[in-house]
C-alpha cells in the first residue's frame, strides 16, 4: 500500500510539473474561479469516493483550460421519497449550483428536471433509463448517458429472433424502474404474437437480504416457461438467483437473462465473499450498455487502482459527467462568457418573472456540443437528442472459468452481432429452446366420453380402451407425464345451447375441469372460438348408414352381361342373315345349284335350316360342316355375321368378367341428395352432436332443407336399432359406422358417398398459457406419429379385431363376386330343355319316316315302320362294331363306302342271293343302297368266276339300288361274310 501511494505521489506531481510548464509556455496563466456542481446521490453511496476522484481529475488536467475549477456539492437526505428529492434541488439552487449530476434513478430525475429544466439549470442523469426522458419538450435542459429501456428492449427482441424464441416468464421489480423495463416489451411481445407465460413482480423492501420471491419463482415454475428475463434492481438479484438454485430452476434446459441497466451484478459479486460469481450462474446470460470501451477507461482503471478506490457500477458514467461539465465550463470560459452562479430563493424568484439563469442556456449548449473519448465510450450529442449517439448494448455470458466475458454486441444501426456460442447452464451448447421437450412430474385430469371404438370401457378389467386410449397412452410415454381420465357427466361431446353456454367435453374444458377433452371431436369453427385444437389425429366424413339391401339371385345370372334386348336383336340379326343367305345361295349365279349342279356335293346344301346351324356354328366359334358360301354376296354376310359374332362375344365376356369383379345392387338411395327426393325413408342423426349444428345452422341448401324432416335421437345405439328395424337411414361419422357394422354382423351397410369432411383433435383451454406449451408438445407428438403410421396401423389393428365383416360401403362388392350354383340354374335348365327336345326332334323324325314307309308301301302299318327303323339304328350300331371284324353286313341304309375291312376276300351272307367272294377295297362300295330281290334261281352260294367281273356287278346293282332309293325306300339288306380262310 505504501508503495502505491508513493507512486501515485510522483504521478501527481510529474503532472503538475507538465501542466505548469505548459502554462509558462502559454506566457499567461488564467484567474481561476470556482462553480458548485450538485450531486444528487445518497448520503451512504459507494459512488462517493469516483466521484470525487473525477473531481479532482478533472480540476487537475482541465482547469488550467479555462480556469474554472469544479466542486462537488451533495444533498444530505436519502432521497427515499420525492419530498427528499424537490428539498435537494431546492437547497443546491441556493446554494448557488451551476449544473447537477443525478439522481440514480428515473422517477427522481424526473422530479428534479420539473425543477431545473424551467430554471434552466443543465443536469446530466447517468443512470436514468425511462424512455419518457427523451422528450425534449418536457425537459429540455436534461443529458443522459444510459440508453433507454426501449432500446434494451430492442436488443432482447433480436436476442429472441436470434434463438428463436417466443415464450417466456418476467420477473420485475414493483417499481417504477421494473414498471418501465417490461412495458416496451410486453407491447412488441404482444405485437409478434409471443407467449409471455408468467408476468411476475416482487416487492422492494429496504433491506435486500429479507426478500422473499417462493411464490413468483413457483407460478413461473409452473408456465413451463424456459426462457426468464428479469429486470429487477440489482441489489435484489443475488437472493433471487439464490431461491432459484434452490427450485432448481438454475439447471438445463432453463435460459436467465439479466437486463442489468445498472452494471451492478458484477460488482455486487466481486465485493462478495467469497468474491467473484457463485458456481451456479455459470450460464447466466446479461445484457447491459457498455461501460468500459472509452478511450480513458485503463489509465483511470489504474488512478483508481492506486487510490484503491473500490469500483462500483456506474462510477464510469458519473465520471464522464464529471468531465464533461468541466470540459464545458473551461470552453464556455474560453468563449468569454462570465459563468455567474445563480443563487436561487425559490419562494421569491418563483414570484418574478425572470428567474431563468441567464447562463444556464450557454453551459447546456456547450455540454450539447462536447466531443471526447470518455470511460464508457466515445461520447457525443446531437442537437435532437438528449443522449449520446452510437449507443451500444454488451451480451455477457457468465463462463465456466467464472468469467463474464462479452460474447456480442448491438446497436441500432448494425443490430444484434453474436461473436461467440452462448453456454447455457449444464454445460450446454448451442439452441436452447423456450419451452419444456417434456412434461415430466406433471399430472393432468383428461375428460373423454364413450365413443366405440375411439373410447371403449372394459368392465372386466375396469378400465378404458379404444384408439384414442392407446394414442394418448403413447403421448404419455413420448412426453413422460401422468393423467386421470374420467366420464363427462352428460355423455356429450360438446354443443353450444341457445344461451351461449357450452355442455358435454366442450363445457369441462372451458370451466376448468378438466386439463384436456379426449374423444371423438370434430373440429368446427364454432367449437374452435372456444377452445384450442390439437393437430388433427383422425381425418373422415360422414355417410349414410342404411339397412342391409340384399341382392336378388337369378337363374339366369349368365345372361345379364348382355340386356334382353340386345339378345333379342342378336337373334333376330341371325335369322336375317340365314335368310339372305339362303337366298343367296340359291338364287345367285355363283351359287352351287345355280352354277354347276353336278358339282355341288349336295344340291341343297344351303338350305335354310343348314343356313341357321352355319350361323350357330359361326357364332359359337365352330367350323359348319357344310363349309362356306360360294357366292360372293352369301360371303359378304357371313362376313357380317361373323363381325357381329366377334363383337358380341367380346362384350359379353368383358361384361361378365366386370361384373364378376364388381357386382352392383341398386338402391333407392346413393347419396345425401337423395334423401330430400324420396319419402320411403326417414333419416336422422344423434342431437347435441356437431352433425346437428351443422343441418340447423348451415347456409347450404342440402343441409337446410333437411333440417325440417331431421330427427335427433337420444345416441348412437337408438339410431342402430332404428336402422335395422325400421326404413330408417342414419347420418354419422364413417369411421364409427365401419367399425360398428363389423361388430354388429353386417346387419346394415354404409353408403360409399361421403360428405361434410372433418377432422378429430383434442380439445384444450383458450388463452391458457401453460396448456397453449402442453397442446404444443401433443401436436408434436402427433404429427411424429402420423408421419410414422403408427396412427393408421392402430386404426387397422382395431378394426381387424372388430371383426371379419366387408369394410365400407355394401353396394359394390370389391373383388370376391363369385358364380355360384343358382346362377347358372337357368343355363342348367336350358340345356336341359335343349336335351329334351332334341329327343322330342328325334321321336318326330322316326314318326314322320315311319309315315312315310306306310306311305309307299314299305311297311304294312306304321307300327311296322317304327319296328324296321329301330332295327336300321341297330344296324348302324353292329356295322360300326364289325368295322375291324372279318364280317361285314350290310344292311339297307348302312354306310357302305365308310367300312374297311383286313382281308382280300369277301363271301355274301348265305342268306343273301346275290353274294360272292370277291377282294374290295373301302372305295370300291358304294353308299348304302338296298340290294335288287335275289332270284329265285340263283342259289345262295354262288361264286363268281373272278374279283373283276364281281365289282363290276356289284357296282352296277349298287348304282342301281342307289337310284331306286332316291325314288323309294325299299326294305331290304345285304349281307356280307368276309372271312380270311374264303
Known amino acids: 500500500m505504501y508503495n502505491r501511494q508513493r507512486c501515485y505521489t510522483v504521478l501527481r506531481f510529474i503532472t503538475a510539473i507538465i501542466i505548469m510548464t505548459l502554462e509558462l509556455c502559454e506566457g499567461t496563466r488564467k484567474e481561476t474561479s470556482t462553480v458548485k456542481i450538485g450531486v444528487l446521490i445518497k448520503p451512504d453511496s459507494r459512488l462517493r469516493p469516483t466521484i470525487d476522484f473525477a473531481f479532482r481529475y478533472a480540476n487537475e488536467q482541465y482547469a488550467h483550460v479555462g480556469g474554472i475549477v ?28 451551476v449544473g447537477v449530476i443525478g439522481p440514480a434513478d428515473s422517477s427522481s430525475v424526473i422530479i428534479a428536471s420539473g425543477i431545473l429544466s424551467p430554471l434552466q439549470i443543465p443536469q446530466i442523469a447517468p443512470q436514468a433509463s425511462d424512455p419518457a426522458l427523451s422528450s425534449k419538450a418536457k425537459h429540455p435542459y436534461l443529458l443522459r448517458l444510459t440508453p433507454p429501456d426501449n432500446l434494451m428492449n430492442e436488443v432482447v427482441i433480436d436476442v429472441f429472433s436470434h434463438f428463436n424464441w417466443s415464450n417466456c416468464a418476467m420477473i420485475t421489480s ?97 465485493n462478495s465473499l467469497p468474491p467473484g460469481y457463485p458456481l451456479y450462474l455459470r450460464g447466466l446470460l446479461t445484457i447491459r450498455p457498455v461501460s468500459e470501451e472509452g478511450g480513458m477507461f485503463t489509465p483511470f482503471s489504474q488512478f483508481w487502482y492506486l487510490e484503491n478506490i473500490q469500483r462500483r457500477a456506474f462510477d464510469t458514467h458519473y465520471t464522464d459527467a464529471v468531465i464533461m461539465y468541466s470540459l464545458a465550463l473551461q470552453e464556455m470560459r474560453n468563449t468569454g462568457k462570465e459563468i455567474i452562479p445563480a443563487y436561487f430563493d425559490v419562494v421569491n424568484d418563483f414570484e418574478s418573472r425572470d428567474f431563468r439563469w441567464s447562463a444556464g442556456k450557454d453551459l447546456f449548449y456547450h455540454l450539447q456540443s462536447i466531443k471526447f473519448n470518455g470511460l464508457t465510450r466515445f461520447i457525443e450529442f446531437t442537437n ?270 368383358a361384361t361378365l368378367t366386370a361384373n364378376l369383379t364388381v357386382s352392383s345392387m341398386k338402391k333407392p338411395i346413393q347419396s345425401i341428395d337423395d334423401l330430400k327426393l324420396q319419402q320411403d325413408y326417414s333419416f336422422g342423426t344423434v342431437g347435441g352432436t356437431s352433425y346437428q349444428s351443422l343441418f340447423e345452422t348451415s347456409e347450404h341448401d342440402t343441409y337446410s332443407s333437411l333440417n325440417d324432416r331431421m330427427i335427433y335421437l337420444r345416441d348412437a345405439n337408438e339410431a342402430y336399432k332404428k336402422v335395422s328395424e325400421e326404413k330408417f337411414i342414419f347420418i354419422w361419422d364413417t369411421p364409427l359406422l365401419d367399425y360398428n357394422r363389423r361388430r354388429r354382423n353386417c346387419s346394415y351397410e354404409r353408403l360409399s358417398n361421403e360428405f361434410g369432411y372433418s377432422q378429430y383433435a383434442l380439445a384444450f383451454p383458450r388463452n391458457n398459457a401453460t396448456m397453449e406449451h402442453v397442446a404444443y408438445l401433443f401436436d408434436k407428438t402427433i404429427l411424429d406419429l402420423d408421419e410414422k403410421s403408427s396412427l393408421k396401423e392402430d386404426w387397422t389393428k382395431l378394426l381387424d379385431n372388430a371383426g371379419s365383416c366387408q369394410m365400407g360401403d355394401t353396394s359394390q362388392t370389391q373383388s370376391n363376386r363369385f358364380i355360384s350354383l343358382m346362377d347358372l340354374c337357368g343355363l342348367f335348365l336350358l340345356i336341359g330343355g335343349i336335351l329334351l327336345s332334341s329327343f322330342i326332334a328325334f321321336i318326330f323324325e322316326t314318326i314322320y319316316y315311319s309315315i312315310n314307309d306306310k306311305k309307299y308301301q314299305r311297311a304294312d302299318n306304321i307300327k311296322e315302320a317304327v319296328h324296321n327303323r329301330w332295327r336300321l339304328l341297330l344296324s348302324k350300331a353292329q356295322e360300326e362294331n364289325l368295322r375291324h371284324s372279318s364280317v361285314v353286313t350290310l344292311k339297307k341304309g348302312s354306310v357302305c363306302e365308310d367300312v374297311i375291312t383286313q382281308t382280300e376276300s369277301l363271301t355274301l351272307d348265305p342268306t343273301c342271293t346275290s353274294c360272292s367272294s370277291v377282294p374290295v377295297t373301302r372305295r370300291q362300295l358304294a353308299p348304302p343302297v338296298p340290294p335288287a330281290p335275289p332270284a329265285p334261281s340263283q342259289h345262295p352260294n354262288t361264286v363268281y368266276s373272278s374279283n373283276t367281273e364281281f365289282v363290276a356287278g356289284l357296282a352296277l346293282k349298287l348304282r342301281e339300288y342307289r337310284e331306286e332309293h332316291l325314288r323309294r325306300d325299299n326294305s331290304s339288306s345285304v349281307h356280307l361274310d368276309v372271312s380270311p380262310d374264303k
Open 70 to 97: 469544479i466542486e462537488p456539492l451533495y444533498n444530505d437526505n436519502s432521497l427515499t421519497e420525492d419530498i427528499h428529492i424537490i428539498s435537494a434541488v431546492v437547497k443546491m439552487l441556493s446554494d448557488g449550483v
Open 174 to 270: 414493483k417499481n417504477n424502474y421494473g414498471d418501465q423495463g417490461v412495458r416496451w416489451f410486453l407491447l412488441q411481445a404482444f405485437k409478434r404474437g409471443w407467449n409471455i407465460l408468467a408476468l411476475e413482480q416482487h416487492e422492494t423492501p429496504k433491506f435486500a437480504n429479507t426478500l422473499d420471491v417462493r411464490q413468483q419463482l413457483t407460478n413461473i415454475k409452473n408456465s413451463d416457461a424456459r426462457v426468464i428475463i428479469m429486470y429487477t434492481m440489482m441489489e435484489y438479484a443475488p437472493y433471487i438467483f439464490r431461491e432459484a438454485f434452490n427450485m432448481n430452476m438454475l439447471d438445463d434446459g432453463y435460459a436467465w437473462i439479466l437486463l442489468d441497466t445498472t452494471g451492478d451484478l458484477e460488482f455486487i459479486y466481486e
Open 384 to 653: 435532437t437528442s438528449n443522449e449520446p449517439k452510437d449507443l451500444e448494448f454488451g451480451i455477457y455470458n457468465i463462463d465456466y472459468q467464472n468469467k463474464n466475458p462479452k460474447i456480442g454486441s448491438w446497436n441500432p444501426y448494425r443490430g444484434l452481432d453474436m461473436k461467440q456460442e452462448v453456454k447455457w447452464f449444464g454445460r450446454k451448447t448451442g439452441q436452447l429452446y423456450d419451452l419444456p421437450q417434456k412434461l415430466t412430474g406433471r399430472k393432468f385430469r383428461v375428460a373423454t366420453i364413450i365413443s366405440p371404438p375411439f373410447v371403449m370401457r372394459n368392465v372386466r378389467k375396469m378400465e378404458f380402451e379404444g384408439f384414442l386410449i392407446q394414442l394418448l397412452k403413447k403421448i404419455a410415454a413420448e412426453l413422460e407425464f401422468e393423467y386421470e381420465l374420467y366420464l363427462v357427466e352428460d355423455g356429450m361431446w360438446g354443443n353450444k345451447k341457445p344461451n351461449g353456454e357450452w355442455n358435454g367435453l366442450i363445457q369441462d374444458v372451458i370451466a376448468g375441469k378438466a386439463h384436456f377433452a379426449l374423444g371423438d371431436l370434430s373440429v368446427t369453427k364454432v367449437r374452435d372460438e372456444a377452445v384450442r385444437f390439437s393437430k388433427a389425429y383422425f381425418r373422415a366424413g360422414m355417410a349414410l348408414a342404411m339397412k342391409l339391401q340384399t341382392e336378388e339371385k337369378s337363374w339366369f345370372y349368365w345372361l345379364n352381361p348382355l340386356d334382353t334386348s340386345v339378345w333379342l336383336a342378336t337373334i333376330g340379326i341371325m335369322l336375317l342373315c340365314a335368310l339372305v343367305m339362303c337366298f343367296y345361295s340359291k338364287y345367285s349365279p355363283m351359287s352351287y345349284e345355280v352354277d354347276d349342279p353336278e358339282d355341288s356335293p349336295d344340291e341343297k346344301t344351303f338350305t335354310f335350316y343348314n343356313c341357321i346351324w352355319f350361323m350357330i356354328a359361326s357364332f359359337m366359334q365352330q367350323g359348319p360342316d357344310e363349309g362356306s358360301p360360294r357366292c360372293l354376296s352369301a360371303r359378304l354376310i357371313a362376313a357380317v355375321w361373323w363381325i357381329t359374332c366377334i363383337l358380341t362375344v367380346t362384350l359379353y365376356t
